[in-house]
C-alpha cells in the first residue's frame, strides 16, 4: 500500500510539490536550478547518508574556493528557512545568534506552536525575518477536503497576522506537498527547498553543517527545523562559514522573485 510504480506515497507528492513549483516558478521567476535540486532529493531516497568520516566544512570550501573563477565581484545570495517553529526556547536563541551576524532568516511557522509563543512570533517579525505559513497541524494538504486544507491554512495565517499585523504571503506545505488548486484559493505563494539538511533525522551539528557547506551553491534555499540545540548550533556554524566565503544570508522570498 501506498506504493505506486515503486514510488512511495510522499516522494510522489514531492513531485507533485515540484511540477507545481515548475508552474509558478514560470510564473515568480523561480530559478530552475532550484528545481533541478529539489528533483536531485527525490532521487536521493530521503537522503541516504554518506558514509565514512566527513571531511572539514573548512577544508571543503577551501577546495571550492580553488576551483571558483578569482574576483566575480558578485555577492552570492542564499537563504536560511526554519519549519515547525516557533519552539519556546531554540527559536530565542536561534534568533540571538542571528542578530549578532546581522543575518535575516525565514520561518515558517505552525499554528498548534503558535499558541502560548506569540512574544516569539512577535519578535521575529520585529527583528525583520520573513514569517510563513507552515499549516495549522502540520497536515498533507493533498490529503485534506479543500474546505478543510483552507482552514489549516487560513487560520494560521490570521492568527500571525494578528500578532504581527503582517500579511502572511508564503507558505511551505509540510512534507513539501502542495495543491496547486489552492493557491488561488489561498492566494498564497509555495517556497519549497533546494538542500535539505536532514537535520531532524541526524540531530548532529557536524554532519548538518558538512551537508550544507559541501552542497551549498548561489541562490539555494536550506531546509532546517529550529526545534533542535545541534540545529541551531549548526545553523550559526553555516553562518559564520559561508559569511566567510563571500555568501549573503537573505529571506527566501528574495530568490524566489527576480
Ligand atoms: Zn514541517
Given at each position: 500500500m501506498g506504493r505506486i510504480s515503486g514510488i512511495p506515497a510522499w516522494k510522489r507528492g514531492l513531485l507533485v510539490g515540484i511540477m507545481g513549483l515548475t508552474a509558478v516558478g514560470a510564473a515568480a521567476g523561480i530559478r530552475g536550478r532550484q528545481i533541478e535540486r529539489m528533483a536531485a532529493v527525490i532521487g536521493d531516497a530521503s537522503g541516504a547518508e554518506e558514509s565514512g568520516s566527513p571531511e572539514p566544512a573548512e577544508e571543503i570550501l577551501e577546495k571550492e574556493n580553488l576551483t571558483e573563477e578569482a574576483g566575480s565581484g558578485e555577492i552570492k545570495k542564499i537563504a536560511l528557512t526554519f519549519d515547525?517553529?516557533?519552539?519556546?526556547c531554540y527559536t530565542e536563541q536561534l534568533l540571538d545568534g542571528l542578530a549578532e551576524r546581522n543575518v535575516k532568516a525565514t520561518f515558517f511557522l505552525l499554528g498548534t506552536n503558535i499558541e502560548g509563543n506569540e512574544e516569539i512570533v512577535k519578535r521575529i517579525a520585529a527583528e525583520g525575518h520573513l514569517i510563513g505559513n507552515h499549516t495549522y497541524y502540520h497536515v498533507?494538504?493533498?490529503?485534506?477536503e479543500e474546505e478543510e486544507a483552507c482552514r489549516e491554512i487560513l487560520d494560521t495565517s490570521e492568527q500571525i497576522t494578528a500578532i504581527t499585523g503582517q500579511t502572511v504571503e508564503y507558505i511551505r506545505p509540510p512534507f513539501g506537498?502542495?495543491?496547486?488548486?489552492?493557491e488561488y484559493e489561498v492566494m498564497m505563494i509555495p517556497i519549497f527547498w533546494?538542500?535539505?539538511?536532514l537535520d531532524w533525522t541526524t540531530k548532529n551539528t557536524d554532519q548538518i553543517v558538512q551537508k550544507v557547506v559541501s552542497d551549498i551553491e548561489e541562490n539555494d534555499i536550506i531546509l532546517m527545523h529550529d526545534s533542535y540545540d545541534s540545529t541551531v548550533k549548526a545553523a550559526l556554524r553555516i553562518i559564520d562559514l559561508l559569511q566567510a566565503d563571500g555568501y549573503e544570508f537573505v529571506t527566501a522570498d528574495e530568490l524566489i522573485l527576480e
Open positions: 515547525d517553529g516557533p519552539h519556546p498533507d494538504i493533498t490529503k485534506l506537498n502542495w495543491d496547486k488548486e489552492l533546494s538542500v535539505d539538511t
